[in-house]
């Protein structure tokens, strides 16, 4: 059964289990955490977790310096609780590998349901190109923080 909007979703949009959804979030003040390596990958474990618990079929995702874009399917789960958990664990373990304290992630989050006729697929290869299109690699096998299903 769909959620009907939460405070984080568009107006008009619900979060509907199976929908294929792209989010993007952003760290507070939009400080460039991810640019340490390590910090990017507690961001993953986060990610990953969440599809391991069932909550989505990731399809892919780039951590890119102060924010995260992330294509999946969703599961029996809504887009708010989903993203709650995502951005309240990854906190507290970068707050933790930091030793500081504070806001990591600015409130809410963009997201877009994709529609059917949407190609998944070409969008996340626009998704995994974000560190190229940011001047941050020539090539995107240099990049380590990506992930794609289809690639």
Request: charged residues 25%; aromatic residues 12%; hydrophobic residues 40%.
């Amino acid at each position: 059964m769909p959620h009907y909007h939460t405070s984080h979703l568009r107006n008009g949009r619900f979060s509907e289990p199976g929908r294929i959804y792209a989010i993007t979030a952003v760290t507070h003040c939009r400080t460039a955490l991810f640019h340490d390596f390590f910090v990017g990958r507690l961001l993953i474990d986060e990610l990953r977790l969440a599809e391991a618990q069932g909550l989505v079929t990731s399809l892919c995702w780039v951590v890119m310096p102060d924010h995260f874009h992330w294509l999946f399917q969703l599961g029996q789960c809504d887009l708010e609780t989903l993203l709650r958990q995502v951005k309240s664990r990854s906190a507290k373990t970068i707050n933790q590998r930091l030793q500081r304290s504070g806001r990591v992630w600015q409130s809410g989050y963009h997201d877009r349901a994709l529609r059917r006729e949407d190609d998944v697929r070409d969008f996340a290869r626009y998704i995994v190109a974000n560190p190229l299109r940011a001047g941050l690699v020539k090539q995107l096998a240099d990049y380590p923080l990506w992930d794609a299903v289809f690639l």
